[in-house]
């Protein structure tokens, strides 16, 4: 059995800081891709971030700059580093792995979710 537990978020003010966590735990191969995805009310759900198992890395043009993604390989863990916070930044963030169970079979597995709120 697989489980993302996500930890981290909370409340900030405009400008500020939060970093996210989420470590996958179970029996498997590897994970090749780890990321981050938000859903804010009336919106559609936004991939903000991922990172290959090798470094390579995607943010969203609305993160760009201000957050950073990075993961331990050898924690099955992935991180948000989010700085410069904006009010639109406020959703409900979810960690997303995809996990290889062998050479061929892979499937993706979701965190529970961690609320983000950017209010002053």
């Known amino acids: 059995q697989v489980q993302l537990v996500e930890s981290g978020g909370g409340l900030a003010q405009p400008g500020g800081s939060l970093r996210l966590s989420c470590a996958a735990s179970g029996s498997f191969f590897s994970i090749s891709r780890m990321a981050w995805y938000r859903h804010a009310p009336g919106k559609e759900r936004e991939l903000v971030a991922f990172i290959h198992s090798g470094g390579s890395t995607y943010y969203a043009d609305s993160v760009k700059g201000r957050f950073t993604i990075s993961r331990d390989n050898a924690k099955n863990t992935v991180y948000l580093q989010m700085n410069s916070l904006k009010s639109e930044d406020t959703a409900v963030y979810y960690c997303?792995?995809?996990?290889?169970?062998?050479?061929?079979?892979?499937?993706?597995?979701w965190g529970q979710g961690a609320q983000v709120t950017v209010s002053s």
């Open positions: 997303n792995a995809r996990i290889r169970f062998d050479t061929v079979n892979e499937y993706d597995y």
